[in-house]
């Protein structure tokens, strides 16, 4: 996407109402064989979109438009395109870089602006417990900035989320 989407209808809804993701897995594809879909060498941008193209394309035959890394241990990492936020008990949460994630140049600006402003940040594994208790999801990437999601779509049940809870609000103004 290009700048230029920013200002078309498509993108305004989805920064308004969100979107729908999938969880990367096999269980959602039968001609994928990997257990679990996931970037390579995650703490360095290259290259190398194969996964991330094959999950995008798996979502879209789920009617989503992202699909969600997740670890051996069912923890969500990443989206194929950013990193996760979710809110819950007043504060954000995002998934730690410790080595399975892409450290995105957005989520360090998003992990500067709360600090300048006292804010504090869960940075923890995204545990199934953890994401099932989040109030609302959004991803951030340094094109599309925050997108939220409201709907997961797992192997073996859908999640909803308040794609206009207040606190998108507040992420979303870290732009301005």
Not at 2 to 27: H, L, Q, V, Y
Not at 34 to 54: E, F, H
Not at 71 to 97: A, H, I, Q, R
């Amino acid at each position: 996407m290009d700048n230029r989407e920013k200002s078309t209808p498509r993108f305004s809804r989805k920064t308004k109402n969100g979107i729908s993701a999938i969880i990367a897995s096999s269980d959602l594809s039968p001609w994928c064989k990997s257990p679990t879909l996931k970037r390579s060498l995650a703490n360095y941008k290259t290259g190398n979109y194969l996964t991330s193209w094959l999950s995008k394309s798996i979502a879209e035959n789920y009617n989503s438009q992202e699909a969600i890394f997740v670890d051996e241990s069912g923890n969500w990492l990443e989206t194929t395109t950013g990193n996760l936020w979710g809110w819950k008990d007043g504060y954000w949460w995002t998934p730690p870089t410790d080595g399975k994630i892409l450290p995105g140049v957005m989520r360090s600006h998003l992990l500067n602006a709360f600090t300048n402003q006292h804010q504090q940040i869960r940075e923890q594994p995204w545990t199934p417990e953890l994401v099932n208790s989040l109030e609302a999801i959004a991803y951030s990437n340094s094109v599309v900035e925050i997108i939220p999601i409201h709907t997961i779509i797992q192997p073996t049940s859908t999640l909803k989320y308040n794609p206009h809870h207040r606190c998108l609000k507040q992420l979303q103004k870290m732009f301005l």
